[in-house]
């Protein structure tokens, strides 16, 4: 939101708030004189020198940079969600990680006592094999070619659920860091664009720039 000031007041300024948070803060502002006598501030003016420092105006919504970071990184957020998903749903296997599977429920598994030995489970053979080895498919092999698990099934939900939350929460952080990377790079963009418009209306006069 953009607010005039009184012009009383001497200064040629309005008060540009974050419609997110309520950040505000004072920008400089040409005022036009309508018609009617009454004194207009340059919105459009006042929005691109705003946007120049980071701040965004999207469908009528003005933010400070900080809540457009925020929202630019929750945009990504569900993107990424949604591209995770259907990874997760792709990945199988290889050949030699299921060989891998097999050989360390060979040795953690008793297929005697139908059951995982100690405090061995799905997930930590899953991550004694790393390289990307989902819990998942050592339980496939488990299933096919051992028994069944035969531990406390809530605990081994809950530290199922902690891996995967964990492995979102990574890839999502990843995420984040190249959207504000890629963030920075088109406001250096737009800066540049804005220099260059400023020489070319410097190069043609008083008339250009007034237009
Ligand atoms: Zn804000």
């Known amino acids: 939101m953009i607010q005039p000031l009184d012009r009383s007041f001497g200064g040629s300024q309005a008060v540009a708030t974050c419609d997110d948070c309520g950040h505000s803060q004072y920008e400089r502002a040409d005022y036009e004189r309508l018609s009617s006598g009454a004194w207009q501030v340059n919105e459009g003016?006042?929005?691109?020198?705003?946007?120049?420092?980071?701040?965004?105006?999207?469908?009528?919504k003005l933010r400070c940079m900080a809540c457009e970071l925020k929202r630019k990184a929750e945009l990504s957020?569900?993107?990424?969600?949604?591209?995770?998903?259907?990874?997760?749903?792709?990945?199988?296997?290889?050949?030699?990680?299921?060989r891998q599977i097999v050989e360390m429920l060979g040795e953690v598994y008793s297929v005697d006592n139908g059951r995982y030995k100690g405090c061995e489970s799905?997930?930590?053979?899953?991550?004694?094999?790393?390289?990307?080895?989902?819990?998942?498919?050592?339980?496939?092999?488990?299933?096919?070619?051992?028994?069944?698990?035969?531990?406390?099934e809530?605990?081994?939900?809950?530290?199922?659920?902690?891996?995967?939350?964990?492995?979102?929460a990574d890839a999502?952080?990843?995420?984040?860091?190249?959207?504000?990377?890629?963030?920075?790079?088109?406001?250096?963009?737009?800066?540049a664009l804005e220099k260059r418009l400023d020489v070319v209306l410097k190069a043609a006069g008083p008339r250009a720039r007034s237009a």
Do not use: Y
């Open 45 to 60: 003016q006042v929005i691109h020198r705003l946007t120049k420092s980071g701040w965004s105006n999207v469908k009528g």
């Open 77 to 98: 957020e569900k993107g990424q969600k949604h591209m995770g998903d259907n990874v997760t749903e792709l990945r199988q296997p290889t050949r030699e990680q299921k």
């Open 122 to 152: 799905d997930v930590t053979v899953a991550e004694a094999i790393g390289g990307g080895c989902m819990f998942g498919w050592v339980a496939q092999v488990r299933e096919d070619l051992f028994g069944p698990d035969g531990r406390n």
């Open 154 to 168: 809530e605990a081994e939900t809950l530290l199922a659920d902690i891996r995967q939350w964990r492995e979102t």
């Open 172 to 191: 999502l952080s990843v995420q984040v860091h190249a959207s504000l990377k890629k963030f920075d790079e088109a406001r250096d963009k737009v800066l």
